[in-house]
C-alpha cells in the first residue's frame, strides 16, 4: 500500500510540474498575439526575426514597418526536419499578388527556393531544421503586402500581412 501511495504521490507532482510549465509557456506567447512590430536598430533599420518549425506555422501573422526603412530579417527554423520534407522560406509578394497562383508556379521552382524569378519583392532561401537565413531589403512603398512560405504547399496555412506605413 505504501508503495502505491508513493507511485501516486510522484505521478502528481509530474503532473502538476507539467501543467506549471505549460502556463509559463501560454504566459511567454499571450503577448504577442502573431503580431510584430518590428525592433528598431536606428532610424531607417529595422530587424524582424521569424521562427518557425516542423508545423506550417510562422510565429508571427503581422509584421508593421515604417515606409523608407531598411528591413533586416532573419528566419530561424527551430524543427528537426530536413528543408526537403518540412522546408519553410519567407516570400514578401507584390502587391495585388494572387496568391493561389504564384503557389501554383512556385511549385516549379525549386531550383530558385520555390520563388519564381520576378515574382516577389524579397525572399529567404528555404530552411530546414536548426538552418537559418537573414536577408536586407527596401522596404516597399505604404501598403499592405501580403507574405507567404511559397515551399509546395505551405501558402495557404503559412502566410501573414507585412504593412507598411
Same mark, same amino acid.
Request: one cysteine or more; a positive charge; proline letters at 2%.
Given at each position: 500500500?505504501?508503495? @502505491? #501511495?508513493?507511485?501516486?504521490? +510522484?505521478?502528481?507532482?509530474?503532473?502538476?510540474?507539467?501543467?506549471?510549465? =505549460?502556463? &509559463?509557456?501560454?504566459?511567454? $506567447?499571450?503577448?504577442?498575439?502573431?503580431?510584430?512590430?518590428?525592433?528598431?536598430?536606428?532610424?531607417?533599420?529595422?530587424? +524582424?526575426?521569424?521562427?518557425?518549425? $516542423?508545423?506550417?506555422? %510562422? $510565429?508571427?501573422?503581422?509584421?508593421?514597418?515604417?515606409?523608407?526603412?531598411?528591413?533586416?530579417?532573419?528566419? @530561424?527554423? @527551430?524543427?528537426?526536419?530536413?528543408?526537403?520534407?518540412? =522546408?519553410?522560406? /519567407?516570400?514578401?509578394?507584390?502587391?495585388?499578388?494572387?496568391?493561389?497562383? %504564384?503557389?501554383?508556379?512556385?511549385?516549379?521552382?525549386?531550383?530558385? $527556393?520555390? *520563388?519564381?524569378?520576378?515574382?516577389?519583392?524579397?525572399?529567404?532561401?528555404?530552411?530546414?531544421?536548426?538552418?537559418?537565413?537573414?536577408?536586407? #531589403?527596401? *522596404?516597399? &512603398?505604404?501598403?499592405?503586402?501580403? /507574405? +507567404?512560405?511559397? #515551399?509546395? =504547399?505551405?501558402?495557404?496555412?503559412?502566410? =501573414?500581412? #507585412? +504593412?507598411? &506605413?
Amino acid at each position: 500500500m505504501k508503495n @502505491t #501511495f508513493n507511485k501516486l504521490a +510522484i505521478l502528481c507532482v509530474l503532473l502538476v510540474s507539467i501543467s506549471l510549465l =505549460g502556463c &509559463e509557456s501560454k504566459k511567454a $506567447d499571450s503577448g504577442s498575439k502573431g503580431e510584430e512590430s518590428a525592433k528598431k536598430s536606428d532610424s531607417n533599420s529595422t530587424k +524582424i526575426t521569424m521562427t518557425v518549425g $516542423d508545423a506550417m506555422k %510562422f $510565429d508571427k501573422t503581422e509584421i508593421k514597418v515604417k515606409a523608407g526603412s531598411t528591413v533586416t530579417l532573419t528566419i @530561424t527554423h @527551430t524543427g528537426k526536419m530536413k528543408k526537403e520534407v518540412m =522546408g519553410h522560406n /519567407f516570400v514578401l509578394l507584390k502587391k495585388g499578388t494572387d496568391i493561389a497562383e %504564384f503557389g501554383k508556379n512556385a511549385m516549379a521552382a525549386k531550383a530558385t $527556393d520555390y *520563388v519564381p524569378a520576378g515574382s516577389a519583392l524579397a525572399n529567404t532561401k528555404v530552411v530546414g531544421g536548426g538552418e537559418s537565413d537573414t536577408i536586407t #531589403f527596401k *522596404v516597399p &512603398e505604404k501598403g499592405t503586402y501580403d /507574405f +507567404i512560405c511559397s #515551399f509546395p =504547399g505551405h501558402f495557404s496555412m503559412m502566410k =501573414g500581412k #507585412f +504593412i507598411v &506605413e
